[in-house]
């Protein structure tokens, strides 16, 4: 195909191949724009199943325009081929294995964007059903497009005629691989849910093992019945607020998920995604649960031990006497405290440990992970972010907000 001449485009290379389509780069030679061809195989032209999922990826496109999603140029029906812009980039499967291990906030960038792609086509009343990181690209810029609407529908759906599945198992929501088969928009918010539980953590919960197409009963099996393993397990550093967000994304009965891409979306700009210096310092800490019996004793003493070394700081009543303390924490603990009156208050924001230990309901431990929390996430939005801060539960939050402003 390499130099075949489609109308105006010529094929320059082969870009990438699936089981029933290969896609090219190409030309436009009237403009002289590179442009991506994708173009269904021979051997399926006479296969009506493959041309109505190949016709049905194009007729979807065109109905689509937003930044997120693919764009689409041209259709030939005839030789069943169709053009679309080309994005330079890899797929976000690969983007994710690039990435493994860091934790930055260009993965909170990608679930924003897919969640903004995929609440614009609900608007349009399109579900996709085969939202998963092979079917989303990842340009240089880091700009996300979803592709590959083959099997989108208008409005809810059934799966197909015959009941076979359509779609990719691991990332499917039950209601769309039981039988009764009815899905609707809110099997693609479980499909992100588990498209981001595996960029967060590197892992999906649920995967086919080595073996073939019979692992694939094993793993529905887990879907319907095993719980949900927690993102957090599999990576301390996501704060528990997006563990929650991606949980409920999951949840197996979707009339307990997010009922709109929407309410998801929002859900999600709201949390700080990675837990605070502070938060992982005392995980670190916990007991490990594999610990023996006839162990018992030394963990209790290795616990009581890591536990002294943290908290050795709270207890002290005096600054180290050297000329520069070991860092700003450890003199402002020492300074005397005296709290803020009744109307009084100050701005979280700006203030120093020693200020805001004047806060009812804030000591030394409450300031450190404010001021944590602020460095590394930036400055506070609402003061009911508080409540994202690690010791700061409902009734502490009380005791706090009268005397605080973000202003």
């Known amino acids: 195909m390499i130099g075949t001449v489609l109308g105006k485009y010529k094929i320059l290379e082969e870009i990438g191949a699936g089981g029933a389509a290969t896609v090219y780069r190409a030309v436009d030679t009237a403009i002289d724009m590179e442009v991506a061809i994708k173009m269904l195989h021979e051997n399926y032209f006479n296969k009506p199943k493959a041309v109505t999922r190949f016709l049905n990826d194009a007729r979807t496109l065109g109905k689509l325009n937003h930044p997120n999603v693919i764009r689409i140029n041209?259709?030939?029906?005839?030789?069943?081929?169709?053009?679309?812009?080309?994005?330079?980039?890899?797929?976000?499967?690969?983007?994710?294995?690039?990435?493994?291990?860091?934790?930055?906030?260009?993965?909170?960038?990608?679930?924003?964007?897919?969640?903004?792609?995929?609440?614009?086509?609900?608007g349009q009343g399109i579900v996709h059903r085969d939202?998963?990181?092979?079917?989303?690209?990842?340009?240089?810029?880091?700009?996300?497009?979803?592709?590959?609407?083959?099997?989108?529908?208008?409005?809810?759906?059934?799966?197909?005629?015959?009941?076979?599945?359509?779609?990719t198992v691991e990332y499917m929501s039950p209601e769309q691989i039981g039988e009764e088969g009815n899905v609707d928009h809110r099997t693609d918010i479980y499909s992100a849910g588990m498209t981001l539980y595996e960029m967060f953590t590197g892992h999906l919960p649920f995967h086919i093992e080595e073996g073939g197409k019979e692992s694939v009963w094993p793993l529905m099996k887990k879907i319907f019945s095993e719980p949900m393993p927690q993102p957090r397990d599999k990576n301390t550093a996501i704060s528990k607020a997006l563990n929650d967000v991606i949980l409920k994304a999951l949840h197996r009965d979707r009339a307990e998920r997010h009922q709109t891409m929407t309410e998801m979306l929002e859900h999600l700009r709201t949390v700080k995604p990675w837990a605070s210096f502070w938060t992982l310092r005392l995980r670190a800490l916990r007991p490990k649960p594999v610990l023996a019996w006839s162990m018992a004793g030394t963990a209790a003493v290795l616990i009581a031990a890591g536990s002294i070394l943290?908290?050795?700081?709270?207890?002290?009543?005096?600054?180290?006497?050297?000329?520069?303390?070991?860092?700003?924490?450890?003199?402002?603990?020492?300074?005397?405290?005296?709290?803020?009156?009744?109307?009084?208050?100050?701005?979280?924001?700006?203030?120093?440990?020693?200020?805001?230990?004047?806060?009812?309901?804030v000591g030394n431990t409450i300031a450190r992970r404010i001021i944590g929390q602020r460095e590394n996430y930036g400055r506070f939005k609402s003061i009911n972010e508080l409540l994202d801060v690690d010791g700061i539960k409902e009734k502490t939050f009380e005791k706090i907000k009268n005397h605080v402003t973000v202003e």
């Open 74 to 122: 041209y259709v030939d029906i005839d030789k069943f081929y169709f053009v679309m812009e080309l994005v330079r980039g890899v797929t976000l499967k690969q983007w994710i294995s690039d990435h493994a291990g860091k934790n930055d906030d260009a993965k909170t960038r990608i679930a924003v964007q897919l969640c903004e792609a995929l609440q614009y086509i609900h």
């Open 131 to 167: 939202i998963k990181p092979h079917n989303i690209m990842i340009d240089s810029a880091g700009n996300l497009k979803v592709l590959d609407f083959g099997i989108a529908r208008e409005g809810s759906s059934t799966m197909t005629a015959d009941g076979s599945i359509m779609g």
């Open 310 to 361: 943290y908290f050795r700081d709270e207890t002290a009543s005096a600054p180290e006497t050297s000329k520069s303390p070991r860092n700003r924490y450890d003199y402002e603990e020492s300074l005397p405290v005296q709290k803020l009156k009744p109307g009084e208050k100050i701005n979280i924001n700006t203030a120093s440990a020693s200020e805001l230990k004047r806060v009812p309901g």
